[in-house]
């Protein structure tokens, strides 16, 4: 049975800060590249931020200067440090394989951005 674990959400006021992280279970994201995504209510979900298998990274322009994502290959475990947030971050986080598999989604963490 695939599990995918996010966490690291909740409340936070404009300009704070949050780091996620995620595990999943086996080894379906070892020697994959990785994403972060989020869906913010009434949206589709959209894609924030990649890390390759070599270490390239991606960000959406929305997040690009705010976030940064890691991986630790070790544990298989994949983060995002969310800094500056901001009410329009607010979402459902996911992360998943990059392009993601169906199966991989996970509950994801809520982040609530509001003063």
């Known amino acids: 049975h695939v599990q995918v674990v996010e966490t690291g959400g909740g409340p936070v006021q404009p300009g704070g800060s949050l780091r996620f992280s995620c595990a999943a279970s086996?080894?379906?994201?070892?020697?994959?590249?990785l994403g972060w995504y989020r869906q913010a209510p009434g949206k589709q979900r959209e894609l924030v931020a990649t890390?390759?298998?070599?270490?390239?990274?991606y960000y959406a322009d929305s997040v690009n200067g705010r976030f940064t994502i890691s991986r630790d290959s070790a544990s298989n475990t994949l983060y995002l440090q969310m800094n500056s947030l901001k009410p329009d971050d607010t979402a459902v986080y996911y992360c998943?394989?990059?392009?993601?598999?169906?199966?991989?989604w996970g509950q994801g963490t809520q982040v609530t951005v509001s003063s």
């Open positions: 890390i390759s298998i070599g270490g390239n990274i």
């Open positions: 086996g080894r379906i994201f070892s020697n994959k590249n």
């Open positions: 998943n394989r990059q392009p993601p598999t169906p199966n991989y």
